[in-house]
């Protein structure tokens, strides 16, 4: 489900590097540049409308057994822009297709072991990210402005992809111990 929620967290989540690789590879101002920037900008801009439109797919709401605080996991990532400046030269084949190839495990490894915690996009635009253990026993990752999650706290959220969670942040004048939803 929403799978593509998955390419794009991994899409932001290299948007850096891939600045990177721009400012480095290509000559600033040519038309390349422009256009690989352009790019850039238009897949990441389409953050805006996916969190404003996911506050609406099917909110739930689920009690915090146990919360995990992950954001700071991000800086594991940073070894990742080191390649950037291993020296790599885009003028053989060889080197571009030695890096595609990472870039191609990368993402799988990303999608396929829930590494959504990993994301230095979100952390730049005040996002946290928790491993959030629901009291009805679901185990989701939960994408909030809050940095810390007190045990028995009710979280309004709607499912982006499997058990990635946004928080929407609604109000509830329900006490936070009153409602439940298993989280799947």
Same mark, same amino acid.
């Given at each position: 489900? @929403? ?27 040519? @038309? ?37 605080? @992950? ?114």
């Amino acid at each position: 489900m @929403r799978g593509w929620v998955r390419s794009l967290l991994f899409v932001s989540a290299y948007s850096p590097l891939l600045l990177i690789f721009i400012i480095k590879y290509f000559e600033v101002g040519s @038309r390349n540049f422009w256009i690989s920037i352009l790019v850039l900008l238009l897949v990441n801009s389409i953050w805006i409308p996916v969190f404003m439109i996911a506050r609406k797919w099917n909110p739930r709401r689920f009690n915090v057994k146990k919360s995990k605080n @992950r954001t700071s996991d991000a800086l594991d990532y940073i070894i990742a822009y080191i390649i950037v400046f291993l020296g790599f030269e885009f003028t053989q084949w060889q080197d571009v297709a030695s890096i595609v190839i990472l870039l191609i495990v990368i993402f799988f490894v990303y999608i396929h072991s829930n590494l959504i915690f990993i994301n230095p996009l979100l952390n730049v635009f005040g996002f946290k990210i928790h491993d959030v253990e629901a009291v009805k026993g679901g185990n989701i990752v939960l994408i909030t402005r809050k940095f810390k999650l007190a045990r028995g706290k009710l979280i309004h959220a709607t499912r982006m992809s499997d058990n990635i969670y946004l928080d929407i942040g609604k109000k509830d004048t329900e006490s936070d111990n009153t409602y439940d939803e298993e989280v799947r």
